[in-house]
């Protein structure tokens, strides 16, 4: 079968086969690069053969590839699924200089993303040469309650983003202990992040890691995206702060206008 033969779905079992294909793909994260059947089926529940089949359909179609240890990890089909949604967004390629400068200017990573669910998910990043590192591997989604880009988008949300965000919730999960874990310490501080316009992380995520974030607005003025810098406590101190909102500001402004929708 080709890749661009059409593929109809003609029964639940079809739309099943799908899913569980799909949580399959999306165990590949940068904390987990690489699976074994065994540990993939294991994970998801499956049965080591279904889980066989489906990573054979994605061999064949080169989203994963094998390792020299037959493992699996994600191959380029989609590294090529990923640079035609950055390419189609002109969000993400008109941002890309600002956010390189706005990394070397500030001396820290920047970071430009959006609310996905309950998470943050990072859409790009940039970070200067020398810059700190906060683990072994990027994260590119974070818990919204617990990162500044995420508090921004809760908090320009409106009411609305806040009760989809906390929905049954009596405590969310403690990542360190100046995690926010209840709903209402989150609208205190996403009272305080509108009232002041941009928000802060310290250490609410990585021990060691704060953020600063400020809305990206469209042309309309409305909150599409959310940009933040990454670096030590010692760093984005409160001498700093100005500083680095100025830098912010003005870049979001810069990426915004870009934003036809």
Known sequence: MSPTKKVVLRSPQGVQSVSKALDLLCCFSPEHPEWGISEIAGHLGLCKS??????TSFEEYHFVARTATRRYRLGNRALELGHTYRFTRRLLWK???????????????AHLGELDGREIL????????GGAIFGPSPRFRGPAHATA????????GGDEAFREFVGPYRNFKRYTDRTISTPAALREELDLVLSQGYAISNQERVPGCCCIAVPV???FRKTV??????????KISEREIPRLLS????????????VLD
Do not use: V, W, Y
């Open 50 to 55: 279904a889980a066989h089949r489906i990573m």
């Open 95 to 109: 941002a890309d200089p600002p956010l390189r400068h706005l990394a070397d200017e500030t001396s820290s990573i």
């Open 122 to 129: 990072e859409l790009l990043r940039s970070s200067p040469p």
């Open 149 to 156: 880009m995420g508090k921004i988008l809760l908090a320009f």
């Open 217 to 219: 607005r469209n042309r």
């Open 225 to 234: 995206a959310a940009l933040s810098l990454s670096n030590t406590p010692e």
């Open 247 to 258: 830098k912010l500001f003005t870049s979001a402004e810069i990426i915004g206008r870009e």
